[in-house]
């Protein structure tokens, strides 16, 4: 059995689907995906229908709620600023991957994707790691109490509690990362017990453009290059 966790998804279904291909994924893994499924890049259902798929073939696959899905399901309150705030933010491409316009409705939503939105964890303890979508707020006295840092937080590294960790590395995604910086945390857990596995997936820049899977037990990084850029 091994244990990977997966970042940032953000509706880029082939790209997701050649990283599993690359590391294999069986199902006597442990998935652990870190939030931000949809917006932004082609295929935000198609995305959740793989996620579900596997699930359904008995595939150990947990995941946590992003600041994007958190961004949809404010969404829904029907507040008109939250509608805003959502579709500024790629919510726009999620409508189109269900066919909808663009500035359609998030009501329109099918509810099984609500569903499974709404079911989705703010973070996972799993045996050397704290898994989070963004990072945590070390100012707290339990930093896993706070949960707006827990999607949204940056720049948190400085107040890092080793006390309070014990030892365990924390594991996010949330704020883009080149590929380069991604493996230079890698080799530097021992300095700074965190790593940051958003490589910037949907955004065309130097060293991005990639989706990142982390084996936590051999502590390998996988980087598969984004597939789905001329569909979006």
């Known amino acids: 059995m091994k244990r990977y966790a997966v970042s940032d998804i953000h509706g880029c ?6 990283l599993l ?11 652990f995906l870190l939030g931000d499924y949809i917006d932004r ?9 793989l996620i579900l798929k596997l699930k359904e073939e008995g595939y150990q696959v947990h995941c946590l709620l992003g600041n994007h899905e958190s961004l949809l399901l404010n969404a829904l309150g029907g507040l008109v600023a939250d509608q805003h705030l959502w579709l500024n933010n790629g919510g726009g491409a999620t409508l189109k991957s269900f066919g909808l316009s663009s500035a359609a409705s998030p009501h329109l ?3 099984k994707y609500i569903n499974f939105l709404e079911r989705l964890e703010w973070y996972f303890e799993t045996e ?16 896993l109490e706070g949960r707006n840092p827990l999607i ?27 590929r380069p910086m991604i493996e ?14 958003d490589a910037g997936c949907v955004f065309n820049s130097n ?26």
């Open 13 to 18: 279904v082939r790209t997701f689907e050649a």
């Open 21 to 31: 291909d690359t590391i294999a994924l069986s199902t006597d893994d442990r998935l």
């Open 41 to 49: 890049g082609p295929g935000s259902k198609e995305v959740i229908d």
């Open 109 to 111: 939503i099918p509810e």
């Open 128 to 143: 050397g790691y704290i898994l989070v979508h963004a990072g945590l707020d070390f100012r707290m006295a339990d930093p």
């Open 152 to 178: 949204w937080i940056r720049n948190w590294y400085e107040n890092i509690n080793r006390e309070w960790l014990q030892g365990r590395v924390v594991v996010h995604g949330h704020t883009p990362a080149p």
């Open 184 to 197: 230079k945390q890698l080799k530097r857990l021992d300095r700074v017990p965190a790593l940051d596995i």
């Open 207 to 232: 060293f991005f453009r990639h989706l990142c899977a982390f084996d936590l037990d051999g502590r390998q990084l996988y980087f598969q290059t984004n597939i789905d850029a001329n569909e979006s």
